[in-house]
Each structure stands twice: as C-alpha cells, then as structure tokens.
C-alpha cells in the first residue's frame, strides 16, 4: 500500500471565500466542485508531505498549512494589496527559506514560503 494524496479539509458555512483566496490571490486552480465541497489545488505533480510541529519555527505559532510558492515576492505583494494582514515576516529563516505568515478567510494560519 502507498499513500498516494493528503488533503487538508477546512470546514466552513462560507465556500465561496475559499475561491478569493486560494484561487484569486494563490493561484490554485479549481479541481472539484460538489457545492459542498471544493477542492483547490495544481494541475503539476503533488508531493505528499504532512508535518508535526511543537512550533512553527523562529519561536512563531504553528501554520495550519504551509503552501510553496515559485515567487514570494509576488504571493507578498498579491496579500498586502488585497489587505490582508501579514502575521509574520517576510523573513529569511536559517533553514534556507524565506516566508510570511498570513491567515485565511476561515481564520487559518497560512506559512507562505519559496527555497532560497
């Protein structure tokens, strides 16, 4: 047996602000729709990974999710511009990546990050 997909599910009465957020200002495209339930996510290969944290690292509160992005500078500017308040950074981290924290529309605690 191989796992072959992890999925982060967010409950929420208001569906329609995930669309905003990860599809508008992130980028994801749209991969399901059931009404009920829709599914962001890309089009590319998708690694599985699911992490444990006592932490989120530099001393800050544990993300809900961490999402990669190709261009942090971008993912940055996209958030600041649409008035979202960035919880932390843009830093450098010793662990050879750079990130913000952000919070969703569903008040989820967001690492945006890139590799340096």
């Known amino acids: 047996m191989q796992v072959k997909r992890i999925v982060t599910n967010i409950h929420t009465d208001q569906i ?3 669309k905003w957020f990860y599809h508008d200002l992130l980028g994801l495209n749209l991969l399901m729709d059931h009404g009920w339930i829709v599914t962001y996510g890309s089009d ?7 992490s444990f944290a006592s932490q989120g690292g530099s001393d800050t509160p544990t993300p809900d999710l ?3 992005v190709d ?4 993912a940055f500017e996209r958030m600041r511009e649409a008035g979202i308040q960035i919880e932390y950074g843009p830093v450098d981290e010793p662990w050879g990546v750079k990130r913000f924290f952000v ?13 340096q």
């Open 16 to 18: 329609e602000k995930a």
């Open 71 to 74: 261009d942090l500078d971008v």
């Open 44 to 50: 590319q290969e998708m690694n599985i990974q699911i």
């Open 66 to 68: 961490s999402i990669e």
């Open 103 to 115: 919070r969703d529309p569903f008040g989820k605690l967001v690492n945006i990050l890139a590799h």
